[in-house]
């Protein structure tokens, strides 16, 4: 196992923090293409819209044999490695259940695992083989699409608000926050039935129980990178409902508001004239 990295870390290992255990990972960090090489099993694990960006290390680690696991948020994971993968590559999509931040170089902490899901078949059997007795457990599914949009729903749930107010999980459940969040959620998974998701009042429910259990502290990726100054998946999760809306013919007014408000956010704030 090797972990490809944007740059060296100081630290030669990676300690993993998961409650109360400590574990420390001498797992091999490489931060230039050229020092990889090809190996059977890739596991893409960026934001969606740093794809591109990875698509160096697809080169250097992919061959004949080699199946990519694209495990990111959001629709059509396939769609978006295609254009840098070889046609003959085998391909997996992948949903991560794993809420992790990084506390300092090298040091990890994961505040809850429910593992990969990904579609039944071969290369799905393959990496639960590959993973079995490790600390991420892998769930296979014969239903991808619907599995993919209760993610998004999920990740919609709490990641955009969260990230347009500057603050964390505890806002959603606000008595002015809580039924815009509850209305966001149903129309997105109108949009997902429409698009051919199976999906019932309990998986709006389930985003909802889920608000409840977080503590009111917990932070969310996409606060995270608003913080920090960095590129937020606004296209992966808020776009993605939008552009399904729009390819069935459906309306998602909250959804498409909060695309249009997100977006700006992200611009270059304009550079204002002093007054006269």
Not at 30 to 40: F, G, T
Not at 43 to 69: P, S, Y
Not at 236 to 243: N, S, T
Not at 251 to 274: D, M, N, Q
Request: hydrophobic share 45%; proline share 8%; aromatic share 4%.
């Amino acid at each position: 196992m090797v972990l490809c990295a944007r740059r060296h870390p100081e630290h030669p290992t990676v300690r993993l923090e998961r409650g109360d255990e400590i574990h420390d990972l001498p797992i091999p960090i490489i931060s230039e293409p050229s020092a990889a090489r090809e190996v059977d099993w890739a596991l893409l694990a960026t934001k969606a819209h740093q794809t591109a960006g990875a698509a160096v290390w697809f080169r250097a680690l992919m061959g004949w044999g080699t199946t990519l696991t694209v495990v990111q948020n959001g629709l059509n994971h396939l769609d978006r490695v295609a254009p840098y993968v070889l046609e003959s590559a085998g391909v997996l999509p992948a949903l991560a259940y794993v809420a992790a931040e990084t506390v300092s170089p090298g040091r990890v902490r994961q505040t809850f695992d429910e593992g990969l899901v990904v579609p039944a078949g071969p290369l799905g059997e393959g990496l639960a083989d590959l993973l079995d007795g490790s600390f991420l457990p892998v769930r296979r599914t014969a239903d991808f699409v619907t599995e993919s949009w209760r993610k998004l729903l999920l990740n919609l749930a709490l990641n955009p608000v969260t990230a347009m107010t500057g603050r964390p999980v505890g806002m959603l459940r606000g008595a002015g926050v809580r039924p815009l969040i509850e209305a966001l959620i149903n129309e997105a998974a109108n949009v997902g039935r429409a698009a051919g998701a199976n999906l019932s009042p309990a998986d709006v429910d389930g985003c909802l129980a889920l608000i409840d259990s977080l503590p009111a502290d917990y932070g969310t990726s996409m606060l995270s990178d608003r913080r920090a100054g960095r590129e937020m998946e606004t296209e992966a999760i808020v776009g993605e409902v939008v552009r399904a809306a729009d390819k069935v013919g459906m309306p998602a007014p909250r959804s498409h508001t909060l695309l249009v408000l997100l977006r700006a956010l992200e611009r270059p704030a304009p550079v204002l004239a002093p007054a006269a």
